[in-house]
């Protein structure tokens, strides 16, 4: 079984606060990269897949060319190889873009799954899976708190998280599962994985080799424009309650009272 999992190098959420440049882009270079937190999380879970199945894990990027360090931090957690789709052309592109692309490079793959994380944490769409399914008529299995790959049959169970419970979804294989951190927390790269990770193949691919025009994609042809930026309002004064329980509560209702809350 060969799953391929999507990813994205994003600023260390544990860095230096985000700035935007000029451009009113992400200023990446103001701190490190990092594999996006639920982008490891569907990884963990294909990993485990295939230790229990069988099988091989693949990582599928589109990011700048230096995106190959932060790929090895994956690849030491237990991927097989890696594939970078990077072109200076792609630099400013907006969802639609990224949805071609990445649609376009698994055409070149041969696979039974593709994970993705529900969202990244330098943009937050939470889009990019469902239209790469849409794009390559693959079955959507979205907010997954389990996955049953049956490779016998060729169809995949799972577990859908929804406000009132879950469903139970099947579908035949390929499909696309957009994992949640339900599934179990990442590994963390042990030196062997470290070690080994550093001879492991990444493969570059530009949007020559996936057959795509430069005109058609990045930041010159971007479906979304970033119009403005405001920090956010101050926080207003707060007020604390302390004591007992039952002390706390009376205070509450009398706040909640003299707001004409309740």
Do not use: W
Request: aromatic residues 2%.
């Amino acid at each position: 079984m060969h799953i391929v999992v999507l990813t994205k190098p994003v600023p260390d959420p544990a860095a230096a606060a985000e700035r935007l440049g000029p451009d009113g882009r992400l200023d990446r270079a103001a701190s490190p990269s990092v594999v996006n937190g639920n982008d490891e999380y569907a990884l963990e879970a294909a990993l485990k897949l295939t230790e229990a199945h069988g099988g091989e894990v693949s990582l599928l990027t589109m990011a700048p060319a230096g995106a190959t360090d932060t790929m090895r931090k994956a690849l030491a957690m237990g991927a097989t190889r890696g594939v970078l789709v990077t072109d200076p052309a792609l630099a400013g592109s907006c969802v639609r873009s990224t949805v071609q692309v990445l649609a376009a490079a698994l055409r070149d793959l041969t696979f039974d799954l593709v994970f993705a994380g529900a969202d990244t944490s330098d943009g937050g769409g939470g889009i990019v899976a469902a239209g790469v399914a849409a794009l390559l008529r693959l079955p959507y299995l979205s907010n997954a708190a389990r996955i049953e790959p049956d490779p016998v049959s060729g169809r995949v169970q799972v577990r859908r998280i929804t406000a009132t419970g879950y469903d139970l979804l099947e579908a035949p294989m390929p499909a696309l599962v957009v994992c949640t951190q339900v599934l179990g927390e990442p590994r963390y790269p042990s030196l062997k994985g470290i070690m080994s990770a550093r001879s492991k193949e990444i493969a570059t691919r530009s949007l020559g080799d996936l057959g795509l025009s430069a005109e058609a994609v990045g930041g010159t042809v971007a479906t979304t424009q970033l119009l403005g930026t405001r920090r956010p309002p101050a926080r207003g004064a707060t007020q604390v309650v302390r004591g007992s329980a039952e002390e706390g509560a009376r205070e509450i209702v009398a706040f909640l009272e003299s707001r004409r809350l309740i």
